[in-house]
Nanobody
Framework: QVQLVESGGGLVQTGGSLRLSCEASGSIFLIVHAMAWYRQAPGKQRELVATITRGGSTSYGDSVQGRFTISRDNAKNTMSLQMTNLKPEDTAVYYC????????????WGQGTQVTVSS
């Protein structure tokens, strides 16, 4: 059973930094294609934060461009999101997502980790 587990959320002041991590586990034959971070704030739609392909190509949402950095380690099936210069509007539950069974579809999701930025 493939699982994605996030860690690293918490409470931080405006301008601070946090690093989120996500680990995919469950099979020694696991091949993880593209991965992504999404977030969802209360009362708002889920928002794509950043994506990274297996080859390392990245893309970012406009609201986090220049402040967040996504990275991954294919050998360990892990992904990270380094968040800097955090703002109150970054407050949300952050979800890790991965394309494992099918390329082009985020078919596995983590349980989410809360990030709260105080003003």
């Amino acid at each position: 059973q493939v699982q994605l587990v996030e860690s690293g959320g918490g409470l931080v002041q405006t301008g601070g930094s946090l690093r989120l991590s996500c680990e995919a586990s469950g099979s020694i034959f696991l091949i993880v294609h593209a991965m992504a971070w999404y977030r969802q704030a209360p009362g708002k739609q889920r928002e794509l934060v950043a994506t990274i392909t297996r080859g390392g190509s990245t893309s970012y949402g406009d609201s986090v461009q220049g402040r967040f950095t996504i990275s991954r380690d294919n050998a360990k099936n892990t992904m990270s999101l380094q968040m800097t210069n955090l703002k109150p509007e970054d407050t949300a539950v952050y979800y890790c997502a991965a394309q494992i069974g099918r390329i082009g579809v985020y078919d596995y999701w983590g349980q989410g980790t809360q990030v709260t930025v105080s003003s």
